[in-house]
């Protein structure tokens, strides 16, 4: 077979816009900056403010934290390659993209079901909630919450980086490990039986994120009016947050997986990049405008009361 080891890789969907390429670069910039700095303010507000040292806000924190990650892991050879005049990245960077992209949305996926749990654990036992929810078990969660996926990932690109390639043209606009699965000309077996570990551990987890909040749910109609305030306050941002990022990673799931020619090329890319571009700025937004300590205490910090 004609396989051989390729030193980089080229990103097929990009075209010569001519000065529609300068607009894009803007348009992306200004969203990179944006994400950049709602992020980093709410982080260092709950840094700064020893009222919300709370388990609720520093899993917030980490989320936060998760959100310059996978930012960070896309847009700087996003933006590269929009000018760039030939659409190649180098086997090393390539795979340094899949890494980051990967473990953001594992860290994501983790960092939701802490929270959920964390959620269930104060309305339906709130009792117990300070025996459970102790500063110890929080750091230890959140630790968990980017161990696993990092020693997840780093086992995925291991198997992916040993392949041997017919081809080196990825029809995305990022370095995507099944695009790179899809080129190999070795056998797979060992790629396919470990993604489908990986993806059915995935699919565990956001199954026990909605288990959680169907218990809050049964809690909320059940209890009283105040309860029923308390829980919808709190959770709505959480299941928004889940809801929109099950929905951006499903649509890019599956059109991974299927032909999506039918489409138009710029909704294509667009619908590509919604998970890892729209989560970032939703989730500050989100919780920002809804947490009302969060909102407070940003609202005496602009004004100079702190």
């Not at 080229?10 to 944006?34: A, H």
């Not at 760039?84 to 993209?97: N, R, W």
């Not at 138009?264 to 590509?272: A, E, I, K, Q």
């Amino acid at each position: 077979m004609n396989s051989t080891k390729f030193s980089y890789f080229t990103l097929s969907p990009y075209f010569d816009s001519g000065l529609l390429e300068y607009v894009s670069f803007m348009t992306v910039m200004s969203l990179y900056v944006l994400i950049l700095c709602s992020n980093l303010l709410l982080i260092v507000v709950i840094c700064v403010n020893r009222s919300l040292h709370e388990p609720m806000y520093m899993f917030l924190c980490s989320l936060f934290v998760n959100e310059l990650y996978g930012s960070t892991g896309l847009f700087p050879l996003l933006l590269l390659q929009i000018l760039s005049d030939i659409h190649t990245v180098s086997a090393s960077a390539c795979f340094l993209q899949i890494f980051c992209v990967y473990t953001y949305a594992n860290v994501e996926i983790c960092n939701l079901a802490v929270m959920s749990y964390d959620r269930y654990l104060a309305i339906c036992c709130p009792l117990q909630y300070n025996m459970h929810m102790t500063h110890n078990r929080t750091v230890i969660l959140i630790a968990l919450t980017w161990l696993y996926p990092f020693l997840a990932v780093i086992v995925l690109i291991s198997l992916s980086a040993s392949l041997q390639l017919c081809g080196n043209i990825i029809n995305k606009v990022y370095c995507d490990n099944y695009s790179v699965v899809k080129l190999a000309c070795s056998d797979t077996t060992v790629n396919n039986v470990y993604g489908m570990i990986y993806t059915t551990a995935t699919i565990c987890v956001v199954i026990l994120i909605f288990y959680s909040y169907i218990r809050i749910l049964k809690v909320c109609f059940s209890g009283s009016k105040q309860t029923r305030q308390k829980a919808v306050s709190t959770c709505t941002p959480h299941l928004a947050s889940l809801l929109n990022f099950s929905f951006g990673a499903f649509f890019e799931i599956v059109s991974s997986r299927f032909d999506m020619k039918h489409l138009p090329d710029m909704l294509r890319m667009f619908l590509s990049l919604y998970w890892l571009t729209c989560q970032p700025l939703f989730n500050p937004v989100l919780y920002g405008l809804n947490l009302t300590k969060i909102r407070i205490i940003f609202k005496n910090l602009m004004f100079g009361k702190i």
